[in-house]
Structures are given as structure tokens and as C-alpha cells.
């Protein structure tokens, strides 16, 4: 294991950021932390580097015990949020300053240090840039000087912090698979913060899903996406229509008003709340089992996908994801009434009563 | 594109021009009271000052700058400033790491404490030394008996400049380390830095501008400093006057042609720091235009 978590626990006043975490990193492994703001993704991160003392529980780094060990001596590469560049350094000396820090025993040569640097800057794509000045780079390049400048001191591993944050929507898409594909050359154990689940889901090996200083779920993004353990990984995950449902006999019926939906999908007395994902959602011209009905209220056709905004008859709304070629086949207009039958319902107990 | 950009500037100074529509009048009669202030309050004093100062001549001027007790107050001048500054240099450095960086209980009683100094006046700032330190004072009995000197000689001078140029340095600095926050300091830290490393490396050049614009105007006040110090000082000559005291007893005695010479050196010293203070700002101005160009 490259980076094991106990039982972490971290306060500020009487706000609990961390509240008895435990995870577990393999060597080699990319795991993002998600979660909304103030869940304590951030935190979490600032503790396993040691920035921030953690009120109980222990981080072990490869097996050495790093839980009362100084910042500078767990060799974490640290990239942060707003990149945190050194200001009036050169690209060039942002980059060696990890190794000029070192005491003299330690400290490569002049020579080594050039090599080094110039290296780390081809592997960013920034050796043309190394006598610029952190304030004439783009945002993207920033970023990536300040990965140059983690690397820099070999770190046991890479810890990001929202390293995508600060950026345009082009440009993170772009860092994004570039930053997936250096990972996959250095191997490096990382783990970076998000609060984009997509994100988390195309770039992690594992996601782990954060909210209020708890985890509530560790998983691939598989699992994640397709099997959430509970409501809030569910919601947070983002695209997802919610009913309220109540049971009757054998059948379950959406919101207030008699809607049937499917009782196949073993829902009990316990479940009074559904979740559809919009493309589980398949609309109809003509009545089938277990369907109902509802109205076309806005039609979104810009894009691989077509999203239909529909009501349903208990007078919930809802969104449905069709394909284009589906959804010309249908010929759906605004305001038609339709049928729409659910394929797949993930059902959680909830206190929601009716 | 420099030529498009060239015709733009024109464009935008020919709307400029064509907004100014005062007539000459308005015009001619603000530039007149600008200027009248100007000579009333700046350019004639200091052709006072000049004139009187060579009143009798460049070599009596000289005479007077260069007489036992005149020098013996530069040199007081200038040993206050040399003691004065580079602690208010450590002053101010601790409380703007301390409010900048850190959070703590009394952090907004201590900001307002570092001001004091500026709503004080200086004479009481004086006299509260004299009160303390003093043969009548709190402390007078216990430092006559041990031999200690502290008011109507240097350490009392030093004290009492100290303090009442103590928010330069920190006031310059405060607002700049809170801009500029921790996480460089942080990112250092990480990469395996000491504190003293990210101290010089990475918090000092940082502040470097705005600390030597504290360290000029604490500089310039602390030779110049008059109230406080004259209540300390006792006014001994050739021993605790310093140059703004020395000034004060010649014009006392008449003489005003040395009272003159000596103000001019004051003044000469205004202008000095003047001229550094733009040259800071210059250099600070280029340093960032030569950062933010690519």
C-alpha cells in the first residue's frame, strides 16, 4: 500500500471537516477525492501532506509511519488549486527549487540541476517557456509548471489539489487527458480533489465519494456511476430524476397522484423515494406495460443527445435522454402527451413519508 | 497592428481633447491657484530657507554645518536612525507575518494597537518615557541606583523615535502579506524548504518593494522626528540634541543664518527621500511591466 489513511479525524472550531476516515491507496493507483464544497475532500488532501495537523487517527506513507513527520520530510508533490507558483522566479527556477532547497549533502550540482529541470520541462511541454515569469503563462501552462515543480523532488506521490479548477472548459478537457496519459508513463501513486464528477469519472481508478467529512462511498467509477450505495452518491453524481413513491399492495405508485410504475424492481415498504438516470427513461407513442403517461414541456436538441423535459401526470417533472435517431424517429414535439416507461429505478429507504 | 493601435490611441487622445471644453478662463484661473499653493507653501519656504542658509555667505553656510556641536547632532541623528530602523524593521516584519499569516485571539485589538502610535501625539509619546523611565518616574529610583541612563540621553532618544515610527515598516507590510496570503510560503514548505529558506527565498522577495518603502519613510521620520525626542532629549548640546533640536536652539539664540544651514540639511534629506521613493516605485513599476509582458 503507498498511502494508508486511520481513522482520520480533523475539526476546525466545532465544524468537523474529517470525521474518522480511513482509506487505503495502492502504489500506482489514481484516485479522486469528489464531493461537494465543504465535504472535506480538501482537507482530507492537506492532511496525508502533512500541511495540516489532523486532530486523531494516523497517515502512513509506504509503510513508514508519517502521522507526526514534518511537511518537508514525507516528499509529497503537492500541486495546488491556484498553482501557487513562486511570483518572482522564472518558470525555470519555480522548477529547481526543490532541489536548491536541500541541505549541501544532499544538494545535486549546478549541471545535475539544469538537466533536471530542462527534463521535467520537456515532459511538460514547456522547455521553450523555462525564463518566463509565472504572470506571462496561460493558466494551462501555470498548471502544468506547477506539476513540473512537484516532480521535481521524485515525490512518493502526487497529490492534486481541484487541478482543473482554474481552467476554461477546452482547455481542462485538453490538461485532463494529457495529465491521464503522463500518469499512465510515471506510474506515480496520486490522488487529486474534484467537485466535477465527470471529471472524477474519467480520470480516477477509484473514486471516493465525499460529503460532510464522511465517506460515502469508495469505488471504481464503474461502480460508482452504475451501483451509488446511498441517496447522496446517487444525486451527486448528477443527472438524475428524483420521484417520491409510495407502495401499495403489490404496486408502487410515483408521487402523489395514481401513476404505476413497474413493481419489478423489488421495491419494499421501506422505499419512498426513486431515481431514474434521464437515459433509463424511454419514451413511446403507444401505451406498454407498466408505463405512463406524461407531457413534452421543452425539447433540448443541441448535442449527441436529445433531452426532452417531460411532466408526468402526478405533476412531477423529469428529464428523459434520447438518441437523435430515436428521437426523429418519434417526431416529438412540444406539448404532446406521450408514454414513457421506466427501465431501470434505484430505490433507497428515505424518511420521506406520504 | 502597432500602426492600428497607434491610430486607436490618437482617435481615444483627440475625444479626450474634445471633452475638455472649460473655457481658458476656468482653465487659467485653476492652474493659477494650483500653482499660487504650490509657492506659497513649498517654493518659498524652501527659498527661505536657501537664501537664509547662505545668507552670509557659502563659507560661513559650511561653518555652520561643520561646528563641534552641529556635527555631534548629525552624528546623533544618524545613530538614532542606524539603531531605530532595522528594529522597527523586525517589528514590523513579526506583526505583518503575524497578521498576515496567522489567526489568534486580540489579532483586531493588535492592529489597532499598531496605529497608536499615529493618533498619539509625539510629545505625549515623549512623556510617557519621561513618566516611566524618569527621576520622578515608575522606574526612576530602581535605574538611578543601578547607574542606567535612560531619559535626557541616547537610549531615551532611540526609545522614544522607536516608537513613534514603529507602524511604518508594519503598516506597509500588513496589507501586502494578507494580499498575498500563504500558500507560496506553503508550496516552499512542501517542496522541502526550511522556514529561514522560505523566509528569504520565498516571503522576502515577495515584499521586498513594500518593505524598503517602510524602511524610507521610517527613515526619513526618524531623523526628523521633533516632539517626542524633544521632551526625552533634555536638550544637552554637543550630546542629546539631535538635528531638528539643533535647529530649534539656534533659532532660539538668533542664529538664524546656521538655523537655516542646518534645516537645509533636513531638507536636502526630504529630497533624498523623495527622489528614493520614486525610484522604488520605478523600479517596482518596471519589475512588474517586465513580469507581466511577454
Not at chain 1, 480511513?22 to 500506482?28: I, Y
Not at chain 1, 406498454?288 to 436538441?301: K, M, P, Q, V, Y
Not at chain 2, 472649460?22 to 487659467?28: D, F, H, Q, T
Request: glycine share 8%.
Amino acid at each position: 500500500m503507498s498511502i494508508q489513511v486511520f481513522d482520520v479525524t480533523k475539526k476546525f472550531d466545532d465544524f468537523t471537516a474529517l470525521q474518522n476516515i480511513s482509506l487505503e491507496v495502492a502504489e500506482g493507483e489514481r484516485v479522486a477525492l469528489l464531493g461537494p464544497s465543504g465535504s472535506g475532500k480538501t482537507t482530507l488532501l492537506r492532511v496525508i501532506s502533512g500541511l495540516e495537523p489532523a486532530d486523531s487517527g494516523r497517515v502512513v506513507i509506504r509503510g513508514n509511519e508519517m502521522t507526526d513527520e514534518k511537511v518537508s520530510d514525507r516528499k509529497v508533490g503537492f500541486v495546488f488549486q491556484h498553482y501557487a507558483l513562486f511570483r518572482h522566479m522564472s518558470v525555470f527556477e519555480n522548477v529547481a527549487f526543490g532541489l536548491r532547497v536541500r541541505s549541501k549533502s544532499e544538494r545535486p550540482g549546478n549541471a545535475d540541476i539544469k538537466k533536471r529541470v530542462l527534463e521535467l520541462l520537456k515532459l511538460v511541454r514547456l522547455d521553450s517557456m523555462a525564463s518566463r515569469y509565472p504572470s506571462q503563462l496561460s493558466g494551462g501552462q501555470r498548471q502544468r509548471v506547477a506539476l513540473a515543480r512537484a516532480l521535481a523532488i521524485e515525490p512518493n506521490m502526487l497529490l492534486l489539489d481541484e487541478p482543473f479548477g482554474a481552467l476554461d472548459a477546452k482547455v481542462r478537457r485538453e490538461l485532463r487527458q494529457w495529465l491521464r496519459e503522463l500518469h499512465d508513463k510515471l506510474g506515480m501513486t496520486s490522488i487529486f480533489v474534484t467537485h466535477d464528477q465527470e471529471e472524477a469519472l474519467e480520470l480516477a481508478d477509484r473514486v471516493v465519494v465525499m460529503n460532510r467529512g464522511r465517506i460515502e462511498q469508495i469505488g471504481t467509477p464503474d461502480e460508482i456511476y452504475h451501483h451509488p450505495a446511498n441517496e447522496f452518491v446517487c444525486e451527486f453524481l448528477g443527472n438524475v430524476n428524483f420521484f417520491h413513491c409510495r407502495l401499495e399492495g403489490e404496486k408502487v405508485y410515483l408521487g402523489n397522484t395514481g401513476v404505476r410504475i413497474s413493481d419489478k424492481f423489488g421495491l419494499d415498504s421501506k422505499h419512498n423515494k426513486v431515481y431514474i438516470r434521464p437515459h433509463r427513461l424511454e419514451i413511446s407513442r403507444v401505451p406498454a406495460e407498466d408505463s405512463f403517461g406524461a407531457t413534452i414541456r421543452l425539447i433540448h436538441s443541441a448535442g449527441p443527445l436529445v433531452r426532452v423535459e417531460i411532466e408526468v401526470h402526478s405533476g412531477e417533472r423529469a428529464s428523459v435522454e434520447l438518441s437523435q435517431e430515436r428521437f426523429c424517429e418519434l417526431d416529438l414535439k412540444k406539448g404532446e402527451a406521450v408514454y414513457v416507461v421506466a427501465k431501470e429505478i434505484r430505490a433507497y429507504p428515505g424518511d420521506y413519508s406520504i | 497592428m502597432a500602426g492600428a493601435t497607434g491610430l486607436r490611441k490618437r482617435a481615444a487622445n483627440q475625444v479626450a481633447r474634445a471633452s475638455v471644453t472649460e473655457p481658458p478662463l476656468v482653465r487659467g484661473i485653476l492652474t493659477a491657484i494650483a500653482l499660487i499653493f504650490l509657492v506659497v507653501f513649498l517654493i518659498l519656504p524652501i527659498t527661505v530657507i536657501v537664501a537664509g542658509a547662505l545668507a552670509k555667505g557659502v563659507q560661513f553656510y559650511f561653518q555652520a554645518l561643520t561646528e563641534p556641536v552641529a556635527l555631534a547632532a548629525a552624528r546623533l541623528t544618524l545613530l538614532v536612525a542606524v539603531i531605530t530602523v532595522p528594529l522597527n524593521v523586525l517589528f514590523g516584519l513579526a506583526a505583518a507575518w503575524a497578521l498576515a499569516k496567522f489567526d489568534f485571539v486580540g489579532k483586531k485589538f493588535l492592529t489597532t494597537l499598531i496605529d497608536l502610535p499615529f493618533s498619539v501625539s509625539p510629545v505625549i509619546s515623549g512623556l510617557i518615557y519621561v513618566l516611566v523611565f524618569g527621576a520622578q518616574g515608575v522606574l526612576g529610583p530602581w535605574l538611578q541606583a543601578h547607574d542606567i541612563k535612560i531619559v535626557f540621553a541616547l537610549p531615551g532618544i532611540v526609545l522614544a523615535t522607536v516608537f513613534v515610527t514603529s507602524p511604518f515598516v508594519a503598516r506597509e507590510l500588513i496589507p501586502l502579506m494578507q494580499a498575498q496570503g500563504n500558500e507560496e510560503e506553503n508550496a516552499a514548505i512542501i517542496l522541502g524548504a526550511s522556514g529561514w529558506q522560505t523566509f528569504w527565498r520565498v516571503t522576502l522577495p515577495n515584499i521586498k518593494w513594500g518593505l524598503l518603502y517602510g524602511v524610507i519613510l521610517c527613515t526619513a521620520r526618524a531623523m526628523g522626528e521633533f516632539g517626542a525626542v524633544s521632551v526625552v532629549s533634555g536638550h544637552i548640546r554637543g550630546l542629546t540634541n539631535t538635528l531638528p533640536l539643533h535647529v530649534e536652539i539656534l533659532y532660539n539664540e538668533y542664529s538664524f543664518t546656521a538655523a537655516f544651514a542646518v534645516s537645509s540639511l533636513l531638507m536636502m534629506l526630504a529630497f533624498v527621500t523623495l527622489a528614493l521613493k520614486h525610484f522604488i516605485e520605478w523600479q517596482h513599476s518596471r519589475e512588474t511591466n517586465l513580469t507581466a509582458e511577454s
